[in-house]
């Protein structure tokens, strides 16, 4: 069950675009399109805002897209805002289990 | 609305158990699989525990396996987590959440989450 990669940290302007990545193996993520992405805020629970690879919830915003390629899954924000500031963290099925990405912190300059 | 709601927490020592309950309201809570995901403190997310929307089938992290119990009682709307032989590693945040999918249709990912229980694992 070993944890899904993503990158540490990113940051971007209002109004500009970021992609976070997460990498995984042929046994999660390139198997399965079980692939999630949450926001979370500290002290907050997470909130769901892909699903399925890159499908979104209701009463997400469209300028939040997710996509995958072999064993990595991606989540892009475009039209970046201040409020999309935190954590974010992606999650596969592994069948029966679930793994998680460690999280990835963004800033909003 | 759909609403998650933890209890049970508390400062418990090393080799200890502690049972968590999770009280679902504002769904048909028999419909949908359940999950607990932990965080420990200033840590990632980790995935706990699945039970499916009629508990006849639990899968477990390694981490917890043979040491916690899901359960849940649909007649009362609530999701349990017992734990036993409690472990410093084991502090963390517990989050109950629901599974996205309805019925046989467990999907892994989860749509509604409770607030968080924490749980320090201290002597």
């Known amino acids: 069950q070993s944890a899904l990669t993503q990158s540490r940290s990113v940051s971007g302007s209002p109004g500009q675009s970021v992609t976070i990545s997460c990498t995984g193996t042929?046994?999660?993520?390139?198997?399965?399109?079980?692939v999630s992405w949450y926001h979370q805020n500290p002290g907050k629970a997470p909130r769901l805002i892909i699903y399925?690879?890159?499908k979104r919830p209701s009463g997400v915003p469209d300028r939040f897209s997710g996509s995958k390629s072999g064993n990595t899954a991606s989540l892009t924000i475009s039209g970046l805002q201040a409020e999309d500031e935190g954590d974010y963290y992606c999650?596969?099925?592994?069948?029966?289990?679930?793994?998680f990405g460690g999280g990835t912190k963004l800033t909003v300059l | 609305q759909v609403q998650l709601v933890e209890s049970g927490g508390g400062v418990v020592q090393p080799g200890r158990s502690l049972r968590l309950s999770c009280a679902a309201s504002?769904?048909?809570?028999?419909?949908?699989?359940m999950h607990w995901v932990r965080q420990a403190p200033g840590k990632g997310l980790e995935w706990v525990a699945i039970?499916?929307?009629?508990?006849?089938?639990?899968y477990y992290a390694d981490s917890v396996k043979g040491r916690f119990t899901i359960s849940r009682d649909n007649s009362k709307s609530t999701l349990y987590l017992q734990m036993n032989s409690l472990r410093t590693e084991d502090t963390a945040v517990y989050f109950c959440?629901?599974?996205?999918?309805?019925?046989?249709?467990?999907?892994?990912?989860?749509?509604?989450w409770g607030q968080g229980n924490l749980v320090p694992v201290s002597s």
């Open positions: 959440a629901r599974d996205l999918g309805l019925y046989s249709s467990s999907c892994w990912e989860f749509d509604y």
């Open positions: 504002g769904f048909i809570f028999s419909s949908h699989a």
């Open positions: 039970i499916s929307y009629d508990g006849n089938y639990k």
């Open positions: 042929s046994s999660d993520v390139g198997t399965y399109n079980y």
């Open positions: 399925d690879v890159s």
């Open positions: 999650s596969s099925y592994a069948g029966s289990n679930v793994v």
